[in-house]
């Protein structure tokens, strides 16, 4: 009785295999009681050890040097299929790509601005500033969007020049 006691106890500890429960029909039922728990009586078998398995012949496969290759006995090589006919590839006609207009922006775009800096422009500006701001020249009308001559230069030429190089040289680049 004192071992059943143990049992019980263990039972309600959580300390008890299931295997242990399964073969106590008892311990079983109070556990399907307590815990909710269904625990059957199980009887762990190997699937190979199966008495009804057909019996497997066992073959030892020869063996080459190349150890990667797998020998299949009484396997023939399957025969190799033939290609099928693939269509020719199309050669590539050389089209003449867009750059020419790039490239004439480009240099445009660099002559206007070093004109700029050497004061071309200065014409159309009746008073101090010979040089167009490109940063105001929505402004070309008054005094802002006209720089100094020569010696000084601002950012937005700088920028002028940077991009118009920039521009040319990806232009010229492109295939």
Known sequence: MASHEDKVKRLLDGDIDEAEIAADPILASLAERIFGLNIEPITPTKESQDPNLPEVEVITAVT???SMVEV???????A????PELPSIPEQVATKSGGGKLKAFGILSLITAI???FGAFGFL?????TRINWAGIHNINNEMGWSEAYPVLGIPDYVAVACSIIVTIIAFRRK
Do not use: C, F, Y
């Open 64 to 66: 080459s040097h190349d």
């Open 72 to 78: 299949v006995p009484g396997a023939a090589p399957p």
């Open 80 to 83: 190799p299929l033939p290609m």
């Open 115 to 117: 004109a700029n800096i």
């Open 125 to 129: 500006n009746g008073g101090e500033g």
